[in-house]
């Protein structure tokens, strides 16, 4: 059984925004090898408040109000990239915990060294701000994996020079690259390719399923917001932060290469990331394990038949 910290940077249920937090959190609830201990909320796609509130609001249509959620932090490190969202009229306000997002990691993760995998779908700033509150964090860490970041510049379709997360708070990511663990990266290159077709999500949404017919719904606003921005090409949208989960229990799925790797801070090419390869590990310890293909076909397949059984 894996224990696990999810740190997100939206859930779902805001007309027109990013849905695949909310199937990450989805995904990582239907999995039976998984138990999400807690649930902590970063600023990113949108603004904290209206991250927290979606996210406790999706647990309490999931029926999962019992998870703890603790609201992380408001802006990046150092850049005032803070995000501004509206909580939707139709959505409950509810509390998260009292105690910051940072220092529930820290102190869960203390309190069961080597048990717990982080899995960040958002901004690193909470991972970096709890590996800054307390240096044997990261160590006590089972295994940190990461949504975030494109290793192959070739591939990158991306609107900006770094993919959104590490874009978001580079010197975040920084802090992670530099903590002494190798997290487990899944990048854009692979996150990409599993994908989730309109015509999928309208047949979600007829589904007499609650979850899926509330996902298929949000999932097809999702896919028509972005294909009249023309972001995308064919009628789908990519499911980045499930890809993530789904590696935690079946990183069999992937291809990984060991890695030491880099991010760049400054402005112009904010959040790229320069991947080594090649490393002579007598000479420089690895400091990541890339995620560099993905069997797209069984990690999809993993991921509607887990949301299917919810
Ligand atoms: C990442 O940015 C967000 O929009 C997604 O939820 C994902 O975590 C992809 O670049
Ligand atoms: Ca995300």
Redesign the pocket.
């Known amino acids: 059984m894996e224990r696990i910290i999810l740190d997100v ?2 859930a779902m249920g805001a007309p027109g925004s ?1 849905i ?2 909310g199937f990450a959190l989805a995904l990582a609830l239907a999995d039976p090898d998984i138990t999400v201990d807690l649930v902590t909320t970063v600023n ?2 949108t603004d904290v408040e209206t991250v927290t509130v979606l996210t406790l609001e999706l647990l309490h249509r999931l029926r999962r109000s019992d998870i703890p959620v603790h609201r992380g932090a408001q802006v990046p490190l150092i850049r005032p990239q803070a995000r501004f969202g509206t909580i939707p009229d139709d959505v409950e306000v509810r509390d998260p915990q009292p105690t910051p997002a940072a220092v529930a990691m820290v102190d869960h993760v203390l309190a069961h060294p080597g048990e717990i995998t982080l899995v960040a ?2 901004p690193l700033t909470n991972v970096a701000l709890a590996m800054r509150l307390n240096p044997s964090f990261a160590r006590a860490l089972k295994r940190l994996v990461i ?2 970041g494109v290793f192959d510049r070739s591939t990158n379709k ?1 609107d900006r020079p770094g ?3 590490v874009w978001n708070d580079p010197e975040a990511a920084h802090v992670v690259l530099t903590s002494g663990i190798a997290a487990w990266w899944v990048g ?1 290159d692979v ?1 990409v390719l599993v994908r989730l077709t309109r015509r999928r999500a309208l047949e979600m949404q007829e589904s007499a399923s609650p979850f899926e017919s509330f996902a298929g719904r949000y999932t097809v606003a999702w896919i028509d917001h972005r294909m009249k921005l023309g972001l995308e090409t064919d009628a789908s949208c ?1 499911m ?2 499930p890809v993530a989960v789904a590696s935690v229990t079946h990183p069999e799925l992937l291809a990984w290469t060991d890695a030491y790797v880099q991010v760049e801070t400054g402005d112009r090419m904010q959040g790229a990331m320069l991947a080594d390869y090649n490393i002579d590990q007598a000479d420089r310890a690895i400091n990541a394990h890339v995620a560099r293909e993905v069997n797209a076909a069984s990690v999809s397949n993993f991921f509607q038949t887990r949301l299917k059984e919810m």
């Open positions: 940077d939206l990013d695949d937090d990113g796609n779908v958002g949504m975030g991306a993919e959104f997360n854009l996150t990519a980045h932060d």
